[in-house]
C-alpha cells in the first residue's frame, strides 16, 4: 500500500449534504490518516456535531473535532443554519465544544508535524484567512493545500465558498504559499448522482448515515453533485484530474475567482474523468 497521507479537513459540513460524502470517503479511505476535523461558518457546534455522528458510524469516534469561526471576516452572506442537524438531533453527540480553537488547533499540528500534513478545505475560507495571517509561515510547512472552491473556466460565474466569504477567499488567495490547489465548481458540477442512485448505493457505513442526513437535502433537490468528495478524492488520485498551473485571485466584494496562467503557486483543475472517479469513490466502501 501507498504511504498514508495525514490530512485535517476543514468543513461547513451540515448545508450542502457533500462534506458528509467527503467525511465518509475520508474515514473508510486506507490510505488518509484523519487528523483532526475543523468546523467553519454558522452554528459549529451542530457542525461539529455532524462530523461526530459520521466518524462514530464510520468507526473513528476519537478523530479531533474543533469549532471555527462562525461569521463571516468582513462581508457576506454567511450561513448561519444547519439543516441536516435536525435529522441527527435525536443521535447521540456533543454540543459543548470550545469554540474558536480551530485556527489554533491546525497551526499547533502543522507546526507538530512539518511537511506532513495536507490541509483539506470544503468550506467557506474564514478558518484559513485567520491561520495564514496569524502564521504566514504555515503554508510553507504543509505538505498540500487542496480547496474545494472558486470558478475558473468560466468568468463572471461565482462558488458558494468563496461567495459566501469573500473577504476571506481574497485573503487565501493573496497569501503567499507554497503549492494550492483549487477544485472548481465547473469541474465539480459534472460528477452527479440521482437521489435514487444514492438510495442503492450508500448501503455501508458511514455512507447509509449519510443517506440519512441527505433525506433534509432531498426535499429540495433530487441528486447530489460530490464537489467535495472530488477534492478529498483528488489527494489520492490526483490523475483524476487534469489542471492549469498559475496565481489565483479572489475579489474581496464578490468572491469571484481568477486564474492568470504561468510558473505561480497554483494548480486549477480543468476536467475530471467521471467514471474513474465513482470508481474510485465506492471501491473504499467494501466489506
Not at 429540495?220 to 478529498?232: C, G, K, Q, R, S
Not at 490526483?238 to 503557486?265: I, K, M
Amino acid at each position: 500500500m501507498s504511504e498514508k497521507i495525514a490530512v485535517i479537513l476543514d468543513t461547513d459540513i451540515g448545508s450542502d449534504i457533500d462534506d458528509a460524502v467527503a467525511l465518509a470517503y475520508l474515514l473508510r479511505q486506507p490510505r488518509c490518516e484523519l487528523v483532526g476535523i475543523t468546523t467553519v461558518s454558522g452554528d459549529v457546534q451542530q457542525r461539529a456535531a455532524l462530523a461526530e455522528i459520521v466518524c462514530q458510524t464510520g468507526g473513528q469516534p476519537n478523530v479531533p473535532i474543533h469549532c471555527g469561526r462562525r461569521e463571516p471576516l468582513f462581508d457576506g452572506p454567511g450561513q448561519p443554519m444547519v439543516p441536516q442537524y435536525e435529522v441527527a438531533r435525536h443521535l447521540p453527540h456533543r454540543l459543548d465544544r470550545p469554540e474558536n480553537t480551530a485556527v489554533e488547533f491546525i497551526r499547533q499540528t502543522v507546526r507538530d508535524r512539518p511537511g506532513e500534513i495536507t490541509l483539506l478545505s470544503v468550506g467557506p475560507y474564514a478558518n484559513l484567512a485567520l491561520l495564514f495571517a496569524l502564521d504566514p509561515e504555515i503554508p510553507f510547512l504543509l505538505k498540500g493545500l487542496v480547496s474545494m472552491g472558486g470558478v475558473f473556466l468560466s468568468p463572471g460565474d461565482r462558488e458558494w465558498n468563496s461567495l459566501c466569504d469573500p473577504t476571506a477567499a481574497a485573503m487565501v488567495y493573496h497569501a503567499k504559499r507554497r503549492h494550492h490547489v483549487s477544485v472548481g465548481l465547473d469541474v465539480t458540477l459534472k460528477c452527479r448522482m440521482t437521489q435514487r442512485e444514492v438510495r442503492s448505493r450508500f448501503v455501508m457505513e458511514p455512507l447509509r448515515t449519510v443517506a440519512s442526513l441527505a433525506t433534509k437535502w432531498f426535499e429540495h433537490v433530487d441528486e447530489i453533485t460530490f464537489h467535495d468528495p472530488l477534492a478529498a478524492a483528488s489527494l489520492f488520485r490526483p490523475d483524476l484530474l487534469a489542471y492549469r498551473q498559475g496565481t489565483v485571485s479572489a475579489n474581496p466584494l464578490t468572491g469571484e475567482t481568477h486564474l492568470v496562467e504561468g510558473s505561480g503557486s497554483d494548480w486549477v483543475a480543468t476536467a475530471v474523468d467521471v467514471p474513474r472517479f465513482f470508481d474510485e469513490f465506492f471501491s473504499v466502501f467494501t466489506p
